[in-house]
């Protein structure tokens, strides 16, 4: 019996598209929110690239009378509740996914190639 082994860099190429894709469609433009948050804002509605994080103390802090800064929760709060539920959504479909026809389908055709 002779075993073919398929090379690691077929696949590698293979996925090259889907990579190139995921780069531009999605770390491109995050890394541009990024920037343009940590930029201040242009005099004609724009942004420049000047470092600041102004607008991060303005969601976390708000000032008192006397111009102290006061720490408000009220965004955090609902980052965490975004990332506790994200989490359950994807503890959910990794579950669902597991018991699917197709994954027992797939778990028996490598039992019978083996």
């Given amino acids: 019996m002779t075993r073919h082994i398929k090379s690691p860099g077929w696949n590698v190429l293979g996925l090259l598209p889907t990579h190139l894709i995921m780069f531009l469609t999605l770390i491109i433009p995050v890394g541009i929110i990024v920037l343009v948050s940590f930029s201040t804002r242009g005099p004609y509605g724009g942004f420049e690239y000047v470092f600041t994080t102004a607008p991060y103390k303005q969601i976390l802090f708000n000032e008192g009378w006397a111009g102290e800064l006061?720490?408000?929760?009220?965004?955090?709060?609902?980052?965490?509740?975004?990332l506790l539920?994200?989490?359950?959504?994807?503890?959910?479909?990794?579950?669902?996914?597991?018991r699917s026809p197709i994954s027992s389908r797939c778990k028996s055709r490598r039992s019978r190639s083996l």
């Avoid at 006061?70 to 975004?82: D, G, H, S």
């Avoid at 539920?85 to 597991?98: D, K, M, P, Y």
């Fill in 70 to 82: 006061e720490f408000n929760p009220q965004y955090l709060i609902v980052v965490a509740r975004t």
């Fill in 85 to 98: 539920l994200s989490a359950g959504t994807t503890l959910i479909c990794l579950v669902s996914a597991s």
